[in-house]
């Protein structure tokens, strides 16, 4: 059943891209920070996305970004001699609006777009080999395409995003201001956060030092931000390009094994099942070296791990961060939510910690 509200506003904000006739409107729960709605168009399926303003502070960059990324895509793809079907469905395409931005603004100031929605796929939160190693095929190529692209002309959508060292000393603040008295809940959760002080800085401190090198990477790589093909169950389309931005391949690899690679999906309750699936891991890496091109380099490959453990550990200090702070960042369903997955975020990195000779020793034979 429609909303009757949610269809007005869709066809207000639809017919500023000069899009008619929407319905069958669908509310899409996947994702943590913006709002998503399918509906079927005048221009055929489309999905329309609430941007989230208050984490992505400038929109209009934003969208500049993804511009530039999906037309260096989309022209590496001719390139390579893919056809027109595969270049339709292998990038995302966005809409214009009447003044030719590829955003609007509604009445109440909020930003929103308008993508094609690309028939017969689905995502995955969780997966089997050979799902890892399609999803890691389709990273690791999207990471290709993007070797060549001129980071200097990318904004930073969310600063030092996948910066653990400064989120850590956030976390440290959060902790001590404890604004809405829910740290006595959790002193065993805050605690092993703290505990991983001295590592949390390493992947900067490589980064910072040259040693790691600086890549155009997509820095969400939720395994359910690849579209899978419902037929061929072969990767079709990286979604999610609001925050490509410089990083490293250590944190593309890592948050797809963190979410991926799990023996439970991130929001499960069944915390005794966090723990790293070691063929998934390897069925992973397995597509992405393939698709980057094995260009990974001896300190990025002995990393892999680390960054397996940074992406997990990371995570679950934002989600106790947000815990701490009253929920405000990600969108919740339950009041314990965020605490949940933190915990299960912290039970797996721990457990990526404790096998990371053996994660390491896995992909060294490939
Ligand atoms: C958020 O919105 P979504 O689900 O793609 C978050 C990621 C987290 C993820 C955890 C911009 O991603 O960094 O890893 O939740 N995105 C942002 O599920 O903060
Ligand atoms: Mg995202």
Request: glycine share 8%; net charge negative; aromatic share 10%.
């Amino acid at each position: 059943m429609e909303n009757k509200d949610t269809a007005l506003k869709i066809s207000e904000i639809t017919s500023k891209f000069g899009i008619t006739g929407a319905k069958n409107i669908e509310v899409c729960h996947i994702g943590h920070i913006n709002g998503t709605f399918f509906a079927d168009s005048s221009l055929g399926r489309i999905v329309v996305q609430k941007i989230n303003k208050g984490i992505f502070t400038d929109p209009p960059s934003l969208m500049d970004n993804i511009i530039a990324v999906t037309k260096h895509i989309r022209k590496k793809m001719e390139s390579e001699g893919a056809s027109n079907e595969e270049i339709s469905r292998g990038v995302l395409e966005y809409f214009p609006a009447f003044d030719g931005k590829y955003y609007i603004t509604d009445s109440s100031g909020e930003y929103w777009r308008i993508s094609k929605f690309i028939d017969s796929t689905r995502t995955y939160d969780a997966g089997t080999p050979e799902l890892l190693t399609e999803s890691g095929y389709s990273f690791g190529k999207f990471q290709s395409y993007l070797s060549d692209f001129p980071a200097e002309t990318l904004t930073e959508t969310i600063p030092f995003f996948h910066d653990t060292a400064v989120r850590f000393a956030h976390f440290e603040k959060t902790v001590a201001a404890d604004l809405v008295s829910r740290a006595a809940k959790c002193p065993d959760l805050i605690e092993k956060v703290l505990s991983y002080k001295e590592t949390a800085g390493k992947i900067v401190a490589m980064l910072a030092s040259g040693d790691l090198p600086l890549r155009v990477t997509h820095n969400d790589t939720k395994i359910n931000n690849v579209l899978i093909d419902t037929k061929t169950k072969k990767g079709v389309c990286v979604v999610d390009l609001d925050t490509v931005m410089p990083g490293t391949f250590l944190y593309d690899f890592g948050d797809a094994i963190r979410s991926g690679a799990s023996a439970v999906p991130e929001g499960s309750l069944e915390f005794d099942k966090f723990v790293v699936r070691e063929d998934l891991y390897k069925a992973f890496y397995e597509g992405f070296s393939r698709g980057v091109g094995n260009s990974i380099t001896k300190i990025e490959e002995e990393n892999l791990p680390l960054g397996a453990f940074m992406m997990t550990y990371e995570v679950g200090m934002r989600f106790l961060d947000d815990y701490l702070s009253g929920d405000t960042y990600f969108h919740t369903e339950y009041a314990e939510h965020n605490l949940d997955r933190a915990r299960g975020q912290l039970l797996l990195a721990d457990d990526i910690m404790k096998k990371k000779d053996s994660l390491l020793a896995l992909t060294k034979k490939l």
